[in-house]
């Protein structure tokens, strides 16, 4: 059985897509592309999909991550393109490589984020960044399926800086004053998302975007805790796809058509 594992975005209107959508779209796409899917045992057999860590509904991504299971091997390339060309503009299969290593979800311990304010004065955006993070403790609520629930939205976050200039990946252009916000935040219990952020800075420094802000995910993966920095998930699968000869047969198997 070979694994796949793919980097895949949500951009435009598809960052509106809610997960559930993205799989029923993806399962079609699987289809479409004739992959050799390895299923579940039961009565309900399922194609073997392992998503990671989902970017929630209304947020874009440049960093999304799922691990497919076939039944015959495949090139990765080849697949990833047959996959993009199955599946609607911006939901986009960026990259593919073959997992030869374990633990793709335990790699992915942290997000960056850019938060795009509308109508923020970047000065404005500044000193509330100042407060949020020269603050012991910032609490927010969110509501839950179990109702509304408060907690401490500060310790996840590893960096929240003003950027100089927009992201390319923030797709909202505007002549108001705008601010950039770039976020770097750990994977908790409770996960601390963009919005809560947000909802942090209204706490402590009553900064209030006039519009909802475009948040996009820029990455995720490993975090360096000694420089804050976000490694790529996927590179020791390509360092040991380097190193590590083919299983036998495997070479000559990549070349059937997908």
Not at 1 to 28: N, V
Not at 49 to 54: D, E, L, P, R, T
Not at 93 to 108: H, K, N, S
Request: glycine share 6%; with cysteine.
């Amino acid at each position: 059985m070979q694994r796949i594992r793919l980097r895949y975005t949500k951009r435009g209107r598809l960052r509106f897509t809610s997960h559930r959508d993205f799989q029923r779209a993806f399962e079609r796409a699987l289809r479409r592309a004739e992959v050799p899917m390895a299923y579940s045992a039961g009565f309900t057999p399922h194609p073997k999909v392992s998503y990671a860590n989902a970017a929630p509904t209304g947020t874009g991504s440049e960093a999304e991550y799922l691990e497919i299971a076939l039944t015959a091997h495949r090139d990765p390339e080849r697949l990833r393109v047959l996959l993009d060309e199955s599946l609607p503009a911006g939901l986009d299969v960026v990259e593919a490589v073959e997992a030869r290593t374990p633990g793709l979800a335990e790699r992915l311990t942290a997000s960056v984020w850019e938060l795009r304010l509308d109508g923020v004065d970047p000065a404005e955006a500044e000193r509330a960044v100042a407060a949020f993070t020269g603050a012991g403790s910032v609490e927010v609520q969110r509501l839950t399926k179990n109702g509304m629930r408060t907690f401490d939205a500060r310790p996840a976050v590893v960096s929240l800086q003003s950027a100089a200039t927009p992201g390319t990946a923030a797709d909202r252009p505007s002549d108001r004053p705008c601010a950039i916000l770039r976020l770097v935040v750990r994977h908790v219990t409770p996960a601390v998302r963009p919005d809560d952020v947000l909802s942090g800075l209204s706490a402590v420094a009553d900064l209030a975007p006039p519009v909802p802000a475009a948040v996009t995910r820029l990455a995720q993966g490993l975090l360096d805790e000694e420089t804050g920095a976000v490694t790529d998930p996927l590179a020791p699968d390509r360092e040991a796809a380097a190193t590590e000869p083919h299983p036998a047969g495997a070479t000559a198997a990549a070349k059937a058509p997908a």
